[in-house]
């Protein structure tokens, strides 16, 4: 059987227009874009292209756009611009279900530099709530930190509201829009953000690309010092790499948000085929406000990463929903927020993406299914 990719909130294939359009500048257009003869001038111009793109999808102002490595240093850059700017207020809030890259700023600002960081909780669909927000803030608060989308569950958050009240109050709002790009539409200038990041590997461009949007007129002192990205983020630029994610943005602009339906359409048959043909499961999330490629679903006496493993010997990909990047598989600490019996329904996490059919859909029920009973035979 050919593989079945289904964990695209993990990563996601390179498009081949994406890869068409950065070959040039992996083999005959390498020039430096600092360089002042045409060679680097004209990749100069290729990267204004791509900043203008991504300036569009976002509704941004094209100098408000800074490429980073990735949405990890985006997000740092943004946390520690924020409190470099407001040495006097130690405060912040984020939540619970935050990346593991603005979990542990946190950790760090908690630990090494006294910081009084409040993490919102969530209930049992993994929701917020603005009120516990706006009771949280305090004169000391510097900034909030939310999530537009989750990478495990998929919730979507409320962040216009939460751009409202930040502003009322005057203090900085960053938001990690890693898993929501391309899925829902975003308008910085609507949402009242003052940075936002995002990763190119989750939209079909490569990995170690991300995007830094930083509102006009913000204080900025850079994680990364040089004179490229208008001395905001040093570093000669990944020209190629720039170009593929400008490539990916553009095509999410001329149509994907229509291919989101389709996905949406798989995601929600998969849900019932499942819901129909095993017993004894839990859909985890806010399925009435969920990103359209997400499902997290947890099966009563079947444990999550035998569950992957055998998936993964019939060629199918998943992923646990766990943090298993150590020997001992810990619990996701998103459903241990959202108080999840994940002892007894051992999650997975199910993420799909543009190039899934529906024939994929239903063999992975067929397997699904075949793999649970046996498991629970067991
Ligand atoms: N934020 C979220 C919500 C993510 O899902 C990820 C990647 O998994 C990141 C941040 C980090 O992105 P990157 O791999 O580009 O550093």
Redesign the pocket.
Known sequence: MDSIYLDN???TRTDDEVLNAMMPYLKEQYGNPSSIYSFGANVKEEITNARKNVARLLNADVDEIVFT???????TTAIMNAVRNNPKKKHIITTKV?????MEAMKYLGQKENYKITYLSVDKQGRIDLEELKQSITKDTCLIAV?M???EIGNIYPIKEIGEIAKEKNILFHT?A??AIGKVKIDVKDLQVDSL??????IHAP????VLYIKKDTPFIPLIFGHQEKNRRGGTENVPYIIGLGKACELILKDEYKKNERIQFLRDKLENEIKQNIEDIVIYGDTENRVPNTISVGFKGADAIQLMLMLEGQNIYVSTGSACNSEIAEPSYVLTACNADVNNYSPIRISLNKYNTEKEIESFVRVLKNVIKNMRRK
């Open positions: 909130n993990a990563t490595s990735g949405a990890s240093e985006s997000n935050e990346h593991a890259s603005i999530m989308a989750n990478n990690d890693v898993q990041s995002f990763s190119g590997h989750k990995k170690g690309i991300g």
